[in-house]
């Protein structure tokens, strides 16, 4: 089993910045690929980020690239998301997830593990 935790979200002005932390513990070896998503209210869960696990190999939605970066902490089992200017329509639940397979996707039902969530708001 993998526990993922994230933290880091809060309410920013548009424009602003924030940076999710994303930390594995358990059987972490197993992972492969760790990815990001969000789900804003009334709207289905979208794929933002991902990283192989041990690999600065990333790949991201194209409505965040060039603002969002993916980066890793081996030794702290912690993979973080740095998001810069910010947009109101960014505003969501943002989950980490962690899969067992070493392709990675941006598909949530191919993550075995997923966190509890934390909360982004852009304000305008």
């Known amino acids: 089993q993998v526990l993922l935790v994230e933290s880091g979200g809060g309410t920013v002005q548009a424009g602003g910045s924030l940076r999710l932390s994303c930390a594995a513990s358990g059987d972490t070896y197993t992972t492969r690929c760790v990815a990001w998503f969000r789900q804003a209210p009334g709207k289905p869960r979208e794929g933002v980020a991902n990283?192989?696990?041990?690999?600065?190999?990333?790949s991201y939605t194209d409505s965040v690239k060039g603002r969002f970066t993916l980066s890793q902490d081996n030794a702290k089992n912690t993979v973080y998301l740095q998001m810069n200017s910010l947009k109101p329509e960014y505003t969501a639940m943002y989950y980490c997830a962690a899969r067992t397979f070493v392709y990675c996707s941006l598909v949530d039902s191919h993550y075995d593990y997923w966190g509890q969530g934390t909360q982004v708001t852009v304000s305008s």
């Open positions: 990283i192989v696990s041990g690999r600065a190999t990333t």
